[in-house]
């Protein structure tokens, strides 16, 4: 069945450093391809979304690009700041007759931005 | 504007009593989905539902769950006889319709614990 595998957390940064978290997924088809993400005290939120292949989504400094050949869509920002720390989910949707609400999701990563 | 509120955040319950959770749309969503978070795993799709009616019920456990959303009050999540697998967080989430681009708004999870 459908799967999204990504990075293992906590991940730790200083402020303004790069961010990558890896994200590689396993479906049949050409799924969509979405980040959430879950800032303290709140639920979980959409951050950026792709729906085929090289597609680019982006979204307050975030960037993540459908890699079909990698199957991948690891998440990047240049710049994190103390702001950005959250839990960061990836996900998956493999339309299926228009039920575009069947997500699948990774575990989560955990990131904490140090000033 | 309060978004997706999800009740109680923590239950705590002995094996064989009944778990109830709670969720209240966002203000002008009528279609509420519920998901699960096993212990370290990624959050499944479990049911949707619109006012009196459960659309996609195929992530649903046969047995002991059932999940309403009556025309008046919130949605209800049942879990009844609990054993200790159904330890776990369950997030709720709303859309204004089906959605149709992945974007659904989760509440903050109610987080179950089965003694």
């Known amino acids: 069945g459908d799967s999204v595998t990504q990075m293992e957390g906590p991940v730790t940064l200083s402020e303004e450093a790069f961010l990558t978290i890896n994200c590689t997924y396993t479906?049949?088809?050409?799924?969509?391809l979405f980040w959430y993400v879950q800032y303290p005290g709140e639920g979980l939120q959409l951050l950026l979304k792709?729906?085929?292949?090289?597609d680019k989504g982006s979204n307050k400094g975030f960037e993540a690009t459908y890699r079909k050949e990698t199957t991948s869509f690891h998440l990047e920002k240049g710049s994190v700041q103390v702001s950005d720390s959250a839990v960061y989910f990836c996900?998956?949707?493999?339309?299926?007759?228009?039920?575009?609400?069947?997500?699948?999701f990774g575990k989560g990563t955990l990131l904490t931005v140090n000033p | 504007n309060a978004g997706v509120m999800q009740n109680p955040r923590h239950l705590v319950r002995r094996r064989g009593q009944e778990a109830r959770l709670r969720c209240s749309p966002m203000?002008?969503?009528?279609?509420v989905y519920w998901y699960r978070q096993l212990p370290e795993e990624g959050l499944k799709f479990m049911v949707y539902?619109?006012?009196?009616?459960?659309?996609?019920e195929s992530g649903m456990p046969k047995e002991r769950f059932s999940a309403e959303f009556p025309k008046e009050g919130p949605s209800i999540l049942r879990i009844q006889q609990v054993v200790r697998g159904d330890s776990a967080a369950y997030f709720c989430?709303?859309?204004?319709?089906?959605?149709?681009?992945?974007?659904?708004?989760f509440g903050e999870g109610s987080r179950l614990t089965v003694l």
């Open positions: 989430a709303s859309s204004p319709a089906q959605s149709n681009t992945g974007e659904l708004f």
């Open positions: 479906a049949t088809g050409y799924p969509s």
């Open positions: 792709a729906t085929k292949a090289d």
């Open positions: 996900a998956l949707e493999r339309d299926s007759g228009g039920s575009n609400y069947k997500l699948t």
């Open positions: 203000k002008g969503h009528s279609h």
């Open positions: 539902l619109q006012k009196e009616n459960i659309i996609d």
